[in-house]
């Protein structure tokens, strides 16, 4: 009997492409990692935020500062069981790695790649040793899986969730992960909404949002990206509408900025960068009273 050989399909070049980007990051792991390790300063919230409560991942709220839901700290907690420095360093990798696949996954440049990587808000991300790529992997996975982790942080992006909403035909399907997750957070930790906006006040002079001023555009913003199904629109409406976030929760925001419209994120990086200089100028030297 013969048998009938049939050929795989060929692999197109875009997930060429993407394999390709992914090994690359995959052998650049340890060099990066290594540099993160000796270069980086201790991240404030490595030290006295997140690092801690993924330490102890049943008890996050040990942590004043820890303001998130309590599967971030669970889904965090391999990274606590290394030696705080290491931790910081591969987080910081995982930073940076995430956000390229981002712009990668957007049909992004390689102008866009070196935008995001030597942006303020990355530079922010890294010394500040922030998570943010767990929100940001909520942009390369199935919506389904994705809601968990936006969820984490929604102040990067969250409403981006109402397009997945509209897009998605069955919508239990779409929701089935998240509310169990909710369900299940409740069981664990009981009812811990309360506790996780208590703790320690908010940093006001850290504060990037330019809430309530933005509310009108935010507005315009979501109803556009409605209508639209555009995910940089509603990413953008986020940041507009949340009251809070510091500057490295912009870095999803930006990284679909660059991957879109790198001539237009190239000018909103030299705003930031000039804007983060004049600041730090007049905090250095002050105007004499």
């Not at 942080?153 to 929701?175: F, V």
């Amino acid at each position: 009997m013969i048998r009938k050989l049939v050929s795989a399909p060929p692999v197109s070049a875009e997930r060429r492409e993407a394999r390709g980007l992914v090994y690359a990051l995959l052998l650049a792991a340890p060099v990066v990692i290594l540099a993160f390790y000796f270069f980086l300063p201790p991240g404030v919230d490595w030290y006295d935020g997140t690092g801690l409560a993924i330490r102890t991942p049943l008890h996050p709220y040990q942590i004043e500062s820890f303001h998130y839901p309590p599967w971030f700290a669970l889904f965090l907690s391999p990274l606590g069981l290394l030696p705080s420095r290491l931790g910081q360093a591969i987080n910081a990798y995982l930073n940076l790695s995430v956000a390229m696949l981002v712009v990668f996954t957007r049909r992004g440049k390689p102008l866009a790649l070196a935008l995001v990587g030597t942006s303020l808000p990355m530079a922010a991300l890294l010394l500040n040793a922030n998570v943010e790529w767990v929100p940001m992997l909520a942009f390369l996975l199935p919506p389904a899986w994705g809601l968990p982790l936006l969820a984490t942080k929604p102040q990067s992006g969250g409403l981006a969730a109402l397009l997945w909403l509209k897009q998605e035909k069955n919508r239990t399907r779409l929701l089935l992960p998240a509310v169990g997750v909710g369900l299940l957070s409740l069981a664990i930790w009981g009812w811990w909404l309360p506790t996780a906006i208590g703790g320690r006040p908010l940093t006001q002079e850290a504060n990037a949002a330019p809430w309530p001023w933005a509310i009108p555009l935010g507005l315009a913003l979501l109803v556009l990206a409605w209508r639209r199904e555009d995910e940089l629109l509603a990413v953008g409406a986020t940041l507009c509408l949340v009251p809070y976030y510091v500057i490295h929760s912009a870095t999803l925001g930006f990284a679909l900025l660059a991957a879109r419209y790198p001539r237009l994120a190239a000018a909103v990086w030299l705003a930031l960068w000039c804007g983060a200089i004049a600041k730090n100028w007049l905090l250095l030297f002050p105007a004499a009273g």
